[in-house]
Nanobody, 123 residues
Framework: QVQLVESGGDSVQAGGSLTLSCTTA????????MGWFRRAPGKDSEGVAA???????TYVDSVKGRFAISRDNAANKLYLRMNDVKPEDSGMYYC?????????????????WGQGTQVTVSS
């Protein structure tokens, strides 16, 4: 069973920074498309960032220039560095993965999900 375990969620003030981590198996981090999604209360989940098998990066417009997705294959970790956070960045953040070619922010293409880590940004 594929395991994705998120950590790093916290409460932070607007303008601050936070780094989320997702720990997984080595065959996942090395061979799968991986992404970060978030869901705010009362809203649909939203794709935030994705990193393809070839390293290509994709971001939702609202986080471009502020967030950075990266992976450390040796440590089996996926990261999301969040800078200049805003209250609208609040939500449960999920790490996700799939093995298909092509890597975007369409949640239906991801078939492996973590349990989530909570991010709360106060103004």
């Amino acid at each position: 069973q594929v395991q994705l375990v998120e950590s790093g969620g916290d409460s932070v003030q607007a303008g601050g920074s936070l780094t989320l981590s997702c720990t997984t198996a080595d065959y996942i981090i090395n061979n799968y498309c991986m992404g970060w999604f978030r869901r705010a209360p009362g809203k649909d989940s939203e794709g935030v960032a994705a990193i393809a098998q070839d390293g290509n990066l994709t971001y939702v417009d609202s986080v471009k220039g502020r967030f950075a997705i990266s992976r450390d294959n040796a440590a089996n970790k996926l990261y999301l560095r969040m800078n200049d956070v805003k209250p609208e960045d609040s939500g449960m953040y999920y790490c996700a993965a799939h093995s298909h070619w092509g890597c975007d922010l369409v949640k239906e293409t991801y078939n492996y999900w973590g349990q989530g880590t909570q991010v709360t940004v106060s103004s």
